[in-house]
C-alpha cells in the first residue's frame, strides 16, 4: 500500500507542477484561482459555452429581445456551432424566472420513445442493454418545441428574427474554437462510417479542426423552414417525414406519428431550503433532485467550518451523493408513468434519516431507500425587465446517436439508451414514455426574490457540480467566478437508472489544485481517487443583485463560453 502512496503521490506532485507552470501571475485583487473577474452589467446578462452564441443574444437583448428570445437564438447558434453538445436533434429543459408575475416557470421539453417500440422487442432479440449509437436509442427530439412553448408563452421578438443570425452564420460560416475541434477530430473518428456523416459534418472529407471555417448549409435550410412554418415544419412536414424514414431505413422504429404527437411539459419546479436559501430543479425525468437531496444531507454538517478542498468536506459530500444517487437509480423516471415520492425524497426528514448512515469511512454500496409509493450546453439569460432563462439542451454522449437524417445538418440523440431492460424498473423502456434525463438547469431564489440562474453540465456530474456550486457560494461564500474556477470533485460507479447496483464504493475524480495531503486522508478513509480528462462539467451562471440592481455573470474556462452584458 504504501510503495503505491509514494507512486501517487509522485504523480500528483508532477501534475501539481505542471498546473503551478500555467499561472501567469498573481491577481492583484480576488482570488487567485478565477480565471477572470465577474463580468456585470446593468441591462441584460448572457452566459454560454460558446462567445458568438453570447454575443448573438446579447444583440437580441440590445435590439429589444427579451431573456426568452435571447436564450432561444444562442441555443439555435449552439446547435450549429457546438454540434458535439448540442442541437434540434435533442432534448431542452428550462426554468424562467418571469419578472411579470414573479415566479418561476419549469419547462420539460423532453421527447418519447417510439410508440412501437417496447421490453419485448429487446428480449426477442437477446440484447440487455440498449445500445449508445444507431437508430434504436432515438428518441423524439424535443428541442425545437421546447423553443416556440418558450416563445409562445414569454417571447416578444418574431421567431425568423429570433433565428436569422443562426442562419446567418450557417450559410457564411464561423471557425470552429478550440475545445469544439478537439471534441469533432475525436467524434468524427467515430461516426465518419454512419450515413450522412461526411457530408453533414466533414468538409472534403476532413474533421474539422481549430480555426476551421464551417459552413452548414442543411442546418440554415432547416432554420429556415422551422423560422416560416413554425414547430409543424419540424413536426409534421418534410422534415418529420425525412427523420422518419430514415430511422425506418436504419432498422430504427422512430415514426411521423411519434413526431407529430409530441407535446412539451410545463411543470412546476420544485425546492428546499439551503441555509435560507431556496435552491430549485426540475422534478423527473430529470436529475434534478439528486442535487436537493446531497444539499439536504449536507446541511447537517458544518461545511464552512470543514473548509473548501477538506477531506473531511469532500468525504461527507461524496457519501451524500452516493445516498442520493442510489435513490435516483431506483425512483427517478418519466412520472406519467410512474407515481414517484419526490416530496420525500427531497424532504428533510428524509435527508436526517439517510444522513445516519455516513461514518468517517467510504461505504463500498448503500441500498436506496425505502418509500412507500403510489455532453451537453448549458446556458443563461437575464434582461433588463429582470426576465432570467435557465436553460440546458443536449443530444447525450457529445454528439448524439451517430444518425445524421439526409440534407437536415443535425445528429438525432441517443437518449433511449438510458431506458432500463429490467422488467417491473421505474425506468424501463415502454412505448411513448421519456426516459431518464441526466440534463438539468437550476435556479437559486432569496426570500421569494431571483438570485442565482445556473447550471453546469456533464452527464451524472451535473447533480454533483450544482450541490458544489450551491456550497461553494452559500458555505464559502465564493462569488460567482470563483464558484465555478475552484477544482470540482465527481464521484463515479453509483447505480445507474438501467439496472446494476455499486459494491465497490466507486471512485473519486479529483481535478488539479487539491492538495496531496486531502489526497492521501481520503484513500486512508478507504476512497479510491483518481483524475479524470473532461469529467467535471461546464459552468455558467448569472446573479441578481437587488441592492445595486445589477447582473453578475460568470463563464468557466473549463469551456470556450463567455459570459457578456451591456
Known amino acids: 500500500m504504501k510503495r503505491y502512496l509514494n507512486i501517487f503521490k509522485l504523480l500528483y506532485l508532477i501534475l501539481a507542477l505542471n498546473y503551478t ?84 416557470y419549469g419547462l420539460n421539453a423532453s421527447g ?10 429487446f428480449k426477442d432479440k437477446g440484447i440487455t442493454k440498449i445500445p449508445p449509437f444507431g ?78 471555417v464551417f459552413k452548414n448549409l442543411y442546418l440554415a435550410d432547416t432554420y429556415e423552414k422551422i423560422a416560416k412554418g413554425g414547430r409543424d415544419a419540424f413536426y409534421k412536414g418534410e422534415i418529420a417525414k425525412t427523420i422518419a424514414d430514415f ?63 477538506s477531506s473531511e468536506y469532500i468525504h461527507h459530500f461524496i457519501e451524500a451523493k452516493k445516498l442520493a444517487f442510489e435513490d435516483r437509480a431506483k425512483y427517478y423516471a418519466d412520472p406519467a408513468f410512474n407515481d414517484l415520492p419526490v416530496d420525500k425524497l427531497i424532504s428533510k426528514e428524509y435527508a436526517n434519516e439517510r444522513r445516519k448512515l455516513i461514518n468517517d469511512n467510504a461505504a463500498r454500496s448503500y441500498d436506496a431507500g425505502k418509500l412507500e409509493q403510489g455532453n451537453t450546453i448549458y446556458m443563461t439569460v437575464a434582461d433588463k425587465h429582470g426576465n432570467m432563462v435557465s436553460l440546458i439542451q443536449s443530444n447525450y454522449r457529445g454528439m448524439g446517436s451517430g444518425m445524421v437524417p439526409p440534407k437536415l445538418g443535425f445528429m438525432l440523440q441517443d437518449r433511449g439508451e438510458l431506458f432500463s431492460l429490467e422488467e417491473g424498473h421505474n425506468n424501463v423502456i415502454e412505448p411513448n414514455k421519456r426516459p431518464f434525463h441526466t440534463i438539468i438547469p437550476a435556479f437559486i431564489t432569496k426570500d421569494g426574490n431571483p438570485w442565482v440562474s445556473f447550471g453546469l453540465m456533464g452527464g451524472a456530474m451535473q447533480p454533483q457540480g450544482h450541490a458544489q456550486i ?55 478513509k478507504g476512497h479510491r481517487v483518481g483524475f479524470g480528462l473532461g469529467s467535471y462539467g461546464g459552468y455558467q451562471a448569472i446573479m441578481w443583485d437587488m441592492k445595486n440592481n445589477i447582473y453578475y455573470g460568470a463563464s468557466e474556462s473549463r469551456k470556450d463560453g463567455q459570459a457578456a452584458g451591456y
Not at 421578438?157 to 450559410?171: C, N, T
Not at 460567482?480 to 475552484?486: E, K, N, P
Not at 470540482?488 to 495531503?517: A, C, W
Request: proline share 5%.
Open 21 to 104: 507552470v500555467v499561472q501567469a501571475q498573481d491577481r492583484i485583487t480576488g482570488s487567485n484561482i478565477a480565471t477572470r473577474s465577474e463580468v456585470i452589467a446593468k441591462n441584460g446578462m448572457i452566459a454560454t459555452s460558446h462567445p458568438l452564441a453570447t454575443q448573438i443574444g446579447l444583440d437580441i437583448l440590445k435590439n429589444g429581445g427579451n431573456a426568452i428570445d435571447a436564450a432561444i437564438a444562442a441555443n439555435a447558434t449552439l446547435g450549429l456551432m457546438e454540434p458535439t453538445g448540442s442541437g434540434i436533434g435533442g432534448d431542452l429543459f428550462a426554468i424562467i424566472w418571469s419578472a411579470k408575475d414573479k415566479k418561476l
Open 112 to 121: 418519447r420513445s417510439p410508440e412501437k417500440l417496447n421490453l419485448k422487442y
Open 135 to 212: 437508430p434504436l436509442p432515438v428518441s423524439v427530439p424535443g428541442c425545437v418545441d421546447g423553443w416556440f412553448e418558450m416563445h409562445k408563452k414569454f417571447g416578444i421578438m418574431e421567431m425568423q428574427d429570433i433565428l436569422a443570425p443562426a442562419i446567418k452564420y450557417a450559410r457564411e460560416g464561423f471557425p470552429v474554437t478550440e475545445l469544439i475541434g478537439y471534441y469533432l477530430t475525436a467524434t468524427s473518428k467515430r461516426f465518419k462510417t454512419y450515413p450522412n456523416f461526411i457530408e453533414t459534418y466533414m468538409p472534403d472529407s476532413m474533421a474539422l479542426t481549430k480555426g476551421s
Open 247 to 309: 430511422i425506418q431505413s436504419q432498422g430504427g422504429f422512430l415514426s411521423k406519428k411519434d413526431l407529430a404527437n409530441h407535446e412539451s411539459e410545463w411543470v412546476e419546479p420544485v425546492s428546499t431550503n439551503y441555509r435560507g436559501y431556496d435552491v430549485w430543479e426540475l422534478p423527473p425525468n430529470g436529475q434534478g433532485i439528486a442535487a436537493l437531496q446531497i444539499l439536504n444531507i449536507m446541511e447537517g454538517y458544518d461545511v464552512k467550518e470543514m473548509g473548501f478542498g
Open 470 to 524: 450551491v456550497i461553494n457560494l452559500i458555505d464559502f461564500g465564493m462569488n460567482l467566478q470563483v464558484a465555478g474556477d475552484v477544482p470540482r470533485m465527481q464521484h463515479i460507479g453509483s447505480t445507474e437508472p438501467t439496472g446494476g447496483k455499486m459494491t465497490d464504493g466507486g471512485q473519486i475524480l479529483l481535478e488539479s489544485g487539491f492538495d496531496y495531503q486531502t489526497i492521501k486522508s481520503l484513500m486512508q
